[in-house]
């Protein structure tokens, strides 16, 4: 397992509908959205296996929550790991919306 060189980076590429962190310019991982109105619904995140055990993925969605924060939008944690991610961390609870049965549908419906 390699240690990163630099500071990773996460940036939002809203054409791919994700946020990206990049180890050394390298995409070392992901999480993936769908916007459903004032909700940014997060349903998959994932980092490489080269890259494992750095805590990337928490670096990942700290800052892809504090990004949605920032653009006033809310949060719908339908991905595993975001959804554990909120457990730990209750300062995103006043932006988060609960997983409904509405939303799984929409989401289907936008993955297709």
Not at 36 to 58: C, I, K, N, S
Request: one cysteine or more.
């Amino acid at each position: 397992m390699s240690q990163p060189s630099a500071a990773p980076i996460v940036e939002r590429v809203d054409a791919g509908h994700r946020y990206e962190i990049l180890v050394d310019g390298k995409r070392a991982g992901l999480t993936a959205y769908r916007d459903r109105g004032e909700q940014r619904v997060f349903f998959h995140t994932e980092v490489d296996d080269a890259f494992a055990g750095q805590g990337l993925a928490a670096a990942l969605v700290q800052q892809a929550l504090d990004d949605v924060r920032a653009s006033g939008k809310r949060i719908v944690p339908v991905c595993p790991y975001v959804a554990k991610f909120l457990k730990r961390h209750n300062e995103f609870a006043d932006i988060a919306d609960p997983v409904t049965p509405d939303v799984l549908r929409w989401l289907e419906t936008e993955l297709d």
